[in-house]
């Protein structure tokens, strides 16, 4: 089982892992392979080549697909969802449209509390519904490994319970799944900031008990959590020992790359307010800036993140959809092409940061984000020639398929030989 030989690729975009996430000029290189071949034994990757190369060495008998006229990359990795919501907050959207303020339509019930109130109330057999169709629909856009968040509880009560609901979701899925504790999404109401900020530090140690969440992600932003608030976190996070994640300056200026750097995150995301200076004054880190852009276009925010400051800084970049109850943007590709003139990265900048530098960005990187030899065998086939044209493509369907662990899934029937092992 997941034995597999894919040959003929138009081109094969390796990405190759050199020890690090990509940074400046790196992040621009795709490692690309014309007639591209990938042997794949026990679900890893066993070599990676030119089909010539594949066929001298690894010709034994098992099932092939042929690529022709498409291109492999990476297995995408979507490392920003918060895919476990009821409710739908597509009347404030529309409200905002018509002209009403973010204010305006959190006044009247709208914004992330509308989706905790709604969420702490769904029954758990429409939570994993609703789980399992959002799934379905990001397998569809090319994606691998996938973060999700829990954050829609902000008691321990519901927060452990959407851990450990997220948790027996990975049986809906082929879907490699990541979760985040999202404790610190909101300050809940009627508890102030400090006393919320408190509560999430004493769930920590009950959440690492529960054994599910990866990281710890958290907020920092101007009305939300203060720099202080989240650097207790972050603090906290690192005696206990878990990794963690910030959402930072999405809506203003909030010293949050600056608090995320400091604190040793191994990401940030959004970065949408945060200012030139502070991006030059933080200077070299290995903490992944994570930009969300269909969160700046659902928003309407009046900024966009500095990603060409970012990437001239030499931090690595990386893109998500921010999938959530206000912006159901399940394919990754398609948020991927907007990325492009929308941050005016070049398309090897963006897919080397939903490939290698997202897996950095999920402590995977020993074990995804590139095409190298011993990786697990993580793949996504576009119906293309060149991975460039994907962004000529924005929002049309150019994913033929994934395979998973050396498992194609999704319409990449393999060609099996009378004496090998049947693939999936
Ligand atoms: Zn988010």
Redesign the pocket.
């Known amino acids: 089982m997941s034995d597999l030989n894919l040959l003929h690729a138009a081109q094969l975009a390796r990405v190759t892992d050199r020890g690090a996430a990509r940074r400046g000029d790196e992040q621009r290189e795709l490692d690309l392979i014309a007639d591209g071949g990938v042997a794949v034994r026990a679900g890893r990757i066993a070599a990676a080549g030119t089909t010539e190369q594949i066929l001298s060495e690894w010709d034994d008998e098992v099932p092939t697909l042929d690529l022709t006229g498409k291109t492999v990359l990476p297995g995408l990795i979507e490392c920003?969802?918060?895919p476990l919501f009821a409710g739908s907050r597509h009347a404030e959207y529309s409200r905002r449209l018509g002209g009403a303020s973010l204010e305006e339509v959190v006044r009247e019930g709208g914004g992330i509390w509308a989706t905790v109130t709604a969420t702490r109330s769904a029954a758990d057999t429409d939570l994993i519904r609703q789980l399992e169709g959002a799934y379905r629909r990001i397998l569809a856009g090319g994606v691998t490994t996938l973060e999700v968040?829990s954050?829609y509880g902000l008691t321990p009560e519901h927060e452990l319970h959407q851990l450990a609901l997220l948790d027996r979701s990975r049986e809906l899925t082929p879907l490699s799944l990541v979760v985040s504790f999202?404790g610190a999404?909101v300050v809940p109401a009627g508890i102030d900031a400090d006393a919320y900020t408190e509560e999430v530090a004493s769930m920590l140690p009950v959440v690492l008990e529960q054994g599910v969440a990866a990281f710890h992600?958290l907020t920092c932003e101007h009305g939300l959590f203060t720099p202080q608030q989240a650097g207790r976190l972050l603090a906290r996070s690192r005696e206990l020992g878990i990794p963690t994640k910030v959402?930072a300056d999405?809506w203003a200026s909030s010293e949050g790359w600056r608090t995320a750097v400091a604190g040793g995150a191994v990401s940030a995301?959004?970065l949408t307010y945060t200012p030139d200076e502070e991006i030059l004054d933080a200077g070299w880190t290995d903490t992944v800036a994570v930009l969300?852009p269909q969160?700046e276009l659902v928003y309407m925010t009046e900024r966009r993140a500095n990603a060409r400051l970012l990437v001239g800084r030499r931090v690595p970049v990386s893109i998500a959809t921010?999938y959530?109850s206000s912006i159901h943007a399940t394919s990754l590709t398609t948020t991927l092409g907007i990325a492009a003139p929308w941050f005016r990265l070049t398309p090897a900048e963006v897919l080397v940061g939903a490939t290698l530098n997202a897996a950095y960005a999920l402590g995977l990187q020993r074990d995804r984000g590139s095409v190298d030899t011993g990786k697990r065998a993580d793949l996504t086939i576009l119906g293309v020639e060149h991975p460039e044209e994907l962004f000529l493509a924005v929002g049309q369907r150019v994913v033929d398929g994934v395979v998973i662990a050396g498992v194609p899934v999704d319409g990449l029937g393999a060609e099996t030989s009378p004496n090998s092992p049947e693939v999936r």
């Open positions: 920003h969802s918060h968040k954050g999202l999404h992600d959402h999405a995301e959004h969300l969160a921010d959530c």
